[in-house]
């Protein structure tokens, strides 16, 4: 299940970058998903749970945003939210595209006190 | 309460070993694909039919990722090429720092190409860059022509897909018409190429392009 292999990679990030601050507590970590990323929210935080578990991080809160897929077609320079995997622009049919959002994995930022 | 601001890729780890496979590939001039599809499409066998073809001056290896077993990498051995079997106990797609682990095994300076044959998943292999030039996609006539629209991540991130098992096709209510405009839709980019590793159809359009590719690197 990759989802625990990301759950994973955010557990060692938060663990990376809380090493430097003293005596904070973890409340929550925010991250951005896009809509192309095969990712299953709920096993993500199922898995981020269980990493957590006996931990100092144990309770804090996983939010996931999910981004929209938008594109910007480089023939015609409009910009669009894709829709139902279409990706052509809907003005002028042009496949050749920019991806501008929706293909993110990231964390966005913590949470702490 | 404070915000800690971190922008910060999840799978950036991934992606810098993934980065220096790529150099490596690069400084080396191998070419490497990474080989991806549903458990059963035929991965294994269109590595057969590659290897048996395979001209004598083009020094190609193999790294098989599996969850269990040896036996595709037993499968390839048959070929008398080098071949390394990954075995992930339960993880279901490859990642850059296994397949940088696996390149030791192999004389670099002696190999024009490698080919790497991810666990058979159309989902999480998507996410995890290996440091591949290409990356290939199979589905075969007996999945069904929706698979592009279902599993648009991989889709939309491979360079070819190979529609296999052409020789079913009078047996499965696969169209191919059908099939080439879902995946279009994903990715206008795509080559596609079909192909029966049992009749040979379309494996010499296939060999074609490994060669220029090959030749390219």
């Not at chain 2, 910060?8 to 690069?26: G, P, T, V």
């Not at chain 2, 098989?64 to 993880?91: F, M, S």
């Amino acid at each position: 299940m990759h989802e625990m292999s990301i759950a994973q990679s955010i557990f060692e990030i938060v663990q990376e970058t809380l090493a430097k601050e003293d005596g904070v507590q973890l409340k929550e970590v925010v991250l951005e998903i896009g809509e192309l990323v095969a990712v299953v929210p709920d096993s993500l935080q199922f898995c981020y749970t269980v990493l957590t578990e006996q931990t100092p991080y144990q309770g804090s809160k996983l939010t996931i945003n999910i981004i929209p897929l938008k594109g910007m077609c480089k023939t015609c320079g409009h910009c669009f939210r894709i829709e139902k995997m279409w990706f052509s622009c809907p003005r002028c049919d042009s496949t050749d595209l920019d991806i501008m959002q929706g293909q993110e994995l990231k964390i966005s930022h913590l949470e702490v006190t | 309460m404070s915000i800690v601001t971190l922008e910060r890729k999840i799978l950036k780890k991934n992606d810098e070993i993934a980065a220096e496979n790529r150099k490596l590939f690069l400084e080396r001039e191998i070419f490497t694909i990474n080989l991806l599809s549903s458990p059963g499409s035929g991965k294994t066998s269109l590595l057969e039919q590659t290897l048996a073809r395979l001209a004598n001056h083009i020094q190609i290896a193999v790294v098989e990722g599996d969850v269990q077993t040896d036996k595709d990498a037993q499968r390839i051995a048959k070929y008398n090429i080098p071949v390394v079997q990954i075995i992930t106990n339960g993880g279901c797609h490859l990642e850059a720092q296994l397949i940088q682990n696996a390149l030791g095994n192999f004389d670099l300076n002696a190999l024009n190409a490698l080919i790497i044959e991810n666990v058979g998943n159309l989902v999480c292999p998507a996410n995890y860059d290996l440091g591949e030039s290409k990356k290939v996609v199979l589905i075969s006539t007996t999945e069904g022509d929706d698979k592009p629209l279902k599993y648009p991540a991989m889709f939309h991130v491979s360079d070819v897909m190979i529609i296999n098992k052409m020789d079913l096709l009078n047996y499965v209510d696969f169209d191919v018409t059908t099939a080439k405009e879902n995946a279009y839709r994903i990715n206008p980019d795509l080559k596609i190429i079909e192909t029966s590793c049992r009749t040979g159809q379309g494996i010499d359009q296939w060999m074609n392009w490994l060669y220029t590719q090959i030749k390219i690197t």
